[in-house]
Nanobody, 126 residues
Framework: QLQLVESGGGLVQPGGSLRLSCEFS????????IGWFRQAPGKEPEGVSC???????TYADSVKGRFTISRDSANHMLYLQMNNLRPEDTAVYYCAATRTSFEATCSMYMNWYRTWGRGTQVTVSS
């Protein structure tokens, strides 16, 4: 059974950087999409970024140019490099994955994903 474990969250000042990691184990799918979501207090969850099985990348408009998603398939790791952080980036960040076809583009809708981690808190504050 696939398990996802996030790490790397913390408190950072506006303009600072953090790198989130997601370690996944128990993967048996030939092809899969994986991505990052976040949920701020009192708000609906939103997609941040995802990678499809064929290495196509998708970003939310709010993080384009600031966040970079990457995957190390050999070591079963997913990363999210977050630069120039803003207070509105404060949220719990979740890693999610789902089995797909090779051709499918990853989705930014949470209901598309089958397996979730427990999240890591990111707080951007001075």
């Amino acid at each position: 059974q696939l398990q996802l474990v996030e790490s790397g969250g913390g408190l950072v000042q506006p303009g600072g950087s953090l790198r989130l990691s997601c370690e996944f184990s128990g993967l048996t799918w030939d092809y899969y999409a994986i991505g990052w979501f976040r949920q701020a207090p009192g708000k609906e969850p939103e997609g941040v970024s995802c990678i499809s099985a064929n290495e196509r990348y998708t970003y939310a408009d709010s993080v384009k140019g600031r966040f970079t998603i990457s995957r190390d398939s050999a070591n079963h790791m997913l990363y999210l490099q977050m630069n120039n952080l803003r207070p509105e980036d404060t949220a719990v960040y979740y890693c999610a994955a789902t089995r797909t076809s090779f051709e499918a583009t990853c989705s930014m809708y949470m209901n598309w994903y089958r397996t979730w981690g427990r999240g890591t808190q990111v707080t951007v504050s001075s």
